[in-house]
């Protein structure tokens, strides 16, 4: 299983836009999501809590603002899987993405993989 982390900090603006693209791409691939809610002042846990309410396999954990570094290790805390994904809360991956990491990391047990990002300014 894979578990990704997303710290969130009011991420109102993104995080529908990040979640669905997470939704779309997780497929039939064995994946857990944790949001850690950052203590946020906008309606970003509104929007978690619904997503958290449609999907099982996403969890919602809400904290006061400690930062990303700690909102990381929270969701470390949580997940349950052998590997670990973090997507930052105003990211979006590609439908093809977990059929990459599973191809080039679970499928092959290595310890550690590093993924390159690009950045499309829309």
């Given at each position: 299983?894979?578990?990704?982390?997303?710290?969130?900090?009011?991420?109102?603006?993104?995080?529908?836009?990040?979640?669905?693209?997470?939704?779309?791409?997780?497929?039939?691939?064995?994946?857990?999501?944790?949001?850690i809610?950052?203590?946020?002042?906008?309606?970003?846990?509104?929007?978690?809590?619904?997503?958290?309410?449609?999907?099982?396999?996403i969890?919602v954990?809400?904290?006061?603002?400690?930062g990303?570094?700690?909102?990381?290790?929270?969701?470390?805390?949580?997940?349950?899987?052998?590997?670990?994904?973090?997507?930052?809360?105003?990211?979006?991956?590609?439908?093809w993405?977990?059929?990459?990491?599973?191809?080039?990391?679970?499928?092959?047990?290595?310890?550690?993989?590093?993924c390159?990002?690009?950045?499309?300014?829309?």
């Amino acid at each position: 299983m894979i578990s990704v982390i997303i710290a969130a900090f009011n991420a109102a603006a993104t995080i529908d836009r990040c979640i669905n693209s997470i939704d779309v791409a997780k497929k039939n691939h064995d994946i857990e999501l944790i949001v850690i809610d950052d203590g946020s002042k906008d309606h970003t846990a509104s929007l978690l809590h619904s997503w958290a309410s449609a999907r099982s396999w996403i969890t919602v954990k809400s904290q006061k603002n400690a930062g990303v570094a700690e909102a990381r290790n929270t969701g470390l805390d949580i997940a349950t899987g052998n590997y670990i994904v973090f997507i930052d809360a105003d990211d979006t991956i590609d439908d093809w993405y977990f059929d990459f990491v599973f191809e080039q990391a679970v499928d092959r047990d290595v310890e550690m993989s590093r993924c390159w990002h690009l950045v499309i300014n829309a």
